[in-house]
């Protein structure tokens, strides 16, 4: 969760309304109201799998979100 893009992103969008997913590499968490609130149970799968829109900022070019994992008509954005 980059203080750049990821945490000010999540929570603009979870203030209007989104609730917002935020997978790292040993967590994730859900940004929803103006809280935030740790997902025990949750994996980066379920995450995208629920997701209309899915934002990526994986800082390496040997990662690759699993397409299959993308739902149709969500949009993919890589930042």
């Known amino acids: ?3 750049i893009v990821g945490r000010p992103l999540a929570a603009m969008l979870a203030n209007d309304g ?3 997913y935020s997978v790292d590499i040993d967590s994730i ?3 929803r109201g103006g809280r935030l609130y740790a997902c025990d149970g949750e994996t980066p799968e379920s995450c995208v799998r629920k997701s209309s829109v899915v934002v990526t900022g994986v ?5 690759r979100l699993p397409s299959e994992w993308i739902q149709p008509n969500t949009t993919v954005v890589n930042v």
């Open 1 to 3: 969760r980059s203080e």
């Open 18 to 20: 989104a609730d917002v």
């Open 29 to 31: 968490y859900l940004f």
């Open 59 to 63: 800082p390496t070019k040997a990662y």
